[in-house]
């Protein structure tokens, strides 16, 4: 073979083997390779300290380094403490709220005994506007004989007169004598302890809630016991309470021990050194027994470790001689120091305070005057009494 026939030979299976080279680089479906992954550059830690969160660092040769942002804040924030203001002087603050409600008794009252015959027939309606104003028939039945001696005495009767006369009467039967004190004060190292009760509906935890608020106000420290754990709402209502004005709380498991929560409730009150320890207890139907005997359970509990100084009785205004039912059962089952009566203002059945007090001998000592959160006041017979009357 001649050397120009093997220069070609050798020319011809080169070029077949970079045309096969070639081939199996670029052929069809085979994706190009990636290209070599550089290391991202890295901040000095004195400069990625520095660096703003989530910022782009340009470094040497155009390399970039991103500094994670920082953590996203909670979506829930902790309620604000607010500064409730004091309890002294809300009955005269809401008085005009409580006047619009009672106005109708007031006003029947004095428009019948304006008249100038006073006959059999305006007496019995005078009888029907106090009974129906759930002042009680013993009270009613008092009020109407003392009004017909004095008003036989007076003879001719001015509209001042007529209004000093009842107002004397009413004042009277609300009784300003009694002790309407509410023991919320320590005594050396223990706290004061108030125990609430009441009938589920009553406004029980919203009370107990409201009465913390207007001891805060008052320059107290509150712990409250949620011992309603047959309810979650309450303890979660409670717990509201609790936070916006800065009281602890303590609370158990669902369906838990209510003795066991009211006694951690007291020591932790010692712990912290509260003035004043308030329980909310479950809403105990007042036909079922077994529930009364519990209730006299938490009450011993708490005696093992401190004074139960207060236990207030929560009554509904609008639920009339059914609430004075109720007040009974309670007063069988715990000593009841007190009644804190909800819903004045939206019944012109404010005639309750005066017979509860008088089937119980117990004290009106706090009243609900509205739905805002400083809407409990403390019970001023004077000023409930004007304001029934009006100007």
Same mark, same amino acid.
């Given at each position: 073979?001649?050397?120009?026939?093997?220069?070609?030979?050798?020319?011809?299976?080169?070029?077949?083997?970079?045309?096969?080279?070639?081939?199996?680089?670029?052929?069809?479906?085979?994706?190009?390779?990636?290209?070599?992954?550089?290391?991202?550059?890295?901040?000095?830690?004195?400069?990625?300290?520095?660096?703003?969160?989530?910022?782009?660092?340009?470094?040497?040769?155009?390399?970039?380094?991103?500094?994670?942002?920082?953590?996203?804040?909670?979506?829930?924030?902790?309620?604000?403490?607010?500064?409730?203001?004091?309890?002294?002087?809300?009955? @005269?603050?809401?008085?005009?709220?409580?006047?619009?409600?009672?106005?109708?008794?007031?006003?029947?009252?004095?428009?019948?005994?304006?008249?100038?015959?006073?006959?059999?027939?305006?007496?019995?309606?005078?009888?029907?506007?106090?009974?129906?104003?759930?002042?009680?028939?013993?009270?009613?039945?008092?009020?109407?004989?003392?009004?017909?001696?004095?008003?036989?005495?007076?003879?001719?009767?001015?509209?001042?007169?007529?209004?000093?006369?009842?107002?004397?009467?009413?004042?009277?039967?609300?009784?300003?004598?009694?002790?309407?004190?509410?023991?919320?004060?320590?005594?050396?190292?223990?706290?004061?302890?108030?125990?609430?009760?009441?009938?589920?509906?009553?406004?029980?935890?919203?009370?107990?809630?409201?009465?913390?608020?207007?001891?805060?106000?008052?320059?107290?420290?509150?712990?409250?016991?949620?011992?309603?754990?047959?309810?979650?709402?309450?303890?979660?209502?409670?717990?509201?309470?609790?936070?916006?004005?800065?009281?602890?709380?303590?609370?158990?498991?669902?369906?838990?021990?209510?003795?066991?929560?009211?006694?951690?409730?007291?020591?932790?009150?010692?712990?912290?050194?509260?003035?004043?320890?308030?329980?909310?207890?479950?809403?105990?139907?007042?036909?079922?027994?077994?529930?009364?005997?519990?209730?006299?359970?938490?009450?011993?509990?708490?005696?093992?470790?401190?004074?139960?100084?207060?236990?207030?009785?929560?009554?509904?205004?609008?639920?009339?001689?059914?609430?004075?039912?109720?007040?009974?059962?309670?007063?069988?089952?715990?000593?009841?120091?007190?009644?804190?009566?909800?819903?004045?203002?939206?019944?012109?059945?404010?005639?309750?305070?005066?017979?509860?007090?008088?089937?119980?001998?117990?004290?009106?000592?706090?009243?609900?005057?509205?739905?805002?959160?400083?809407?409990?006041?403390?019970?001023?017979?004077?000023?409930? @009494?004007?304001?029934?009357?009006?100007?």
């Amino acid at each position: 073979m001649s050397d120009s026939l093997l220069i070609i030979v050798i020319v011809a299976v080169v070029a077949l083997l970079a045309a096969g080279g070639l081939f199996f680089l670029y052929r069809p479906g085979r994706k190009a390779a990636p290209p070599p992954v550089e290391p991202p550059e890295t901040l000095p830690a004195e400069e990625a300290e520095a660096a703003p969160r989530g910022a782009v660092e340009e470094g040497e040769g155009g390399a970039t380094t991103t500094v994670p942002p920082p953590p996203a804040e909670p979506m829930v924030k902790a309620p604000e403490v607010e500064a409730p203001p004091p309890s002294a002087g809300r009955m @005269v603050r809401l008085r005009a709220r409580l006047a619009r409600s009672q106005s109708t008794l007031g006003r029947g009252l004095l428009e019948l005994l304006s008249r100038d015959r006073l006959d059999d027939e305006v007496w019995e309606e005078i009888e029907e506007t106090l009974i129906t104003a759930d002042v009680g028939v013993a009270p009613t039945q008092a009020m109407v004989e003392e009004l017909k001696t004095r008003v036989k005495v007076l003879g001719t009767r001015s509209p001042e007169e007529v209004r000093g006369l009842l107002r004397e009467q009413l004042l009277a039967q609300v009784n300003p004598d009694l002790d309407r004190t509410l023991h919320v004060d320590k005594h050396g190292e223990r706290p004061a302890v108030v125990l609430v009760v009441g009938v589920n509906g009553t406004g029980k935890t919203t009370t107990t809630g409201k009465l913390a608020r207007a001891l805060v106000g008052d320059g107290k420290k509150v712990v409250l016991g949620a011992a309603d754990t047959f309810r979650a709402a309450a303890a979660d209502q409670l717990q509201t309470w609790g936070d916006r004005v800065g009281a602890e709380v303590v609370r158990g498991p669902e369906g838990g021990d209510p003795a066991s929560v009211a006694f951690d409730a007291v020591a932790a009150g010692m712990e912290l050194k509260a003035d004043t320890v308030i329980v909310d207890t479950a809403g105990r139907l007042h036909t079922k027994t077994g529930l009364m005997d519990e209730l006299g359970k938490v009450k011993r509990v708490i005696e093992k470790r401190a004074t139960v100084d207060e236990v207030l009785l929560v009554l509904d205004a609008t639920t009339g001689q059914n609430g004075m039912r109720q007040a009974q059962v309670f007063a069988e089952a715990v000593n009841i120091t007190g009644i804190a009566l909800t819903k004045l203002d939206g019944t012109a059945k404010g005639g309750i305070v005066i017979s509860v007090q008088r089937e119980l001998g117990v004290p009106v000592k706090l009243v609900g005057l509205g739905e805002g959160p400083d809407d409990l006041a403390p019970f001023d017979p004077e000023v409930f @009494v004007d304001a029934i009357l009006g100007d």
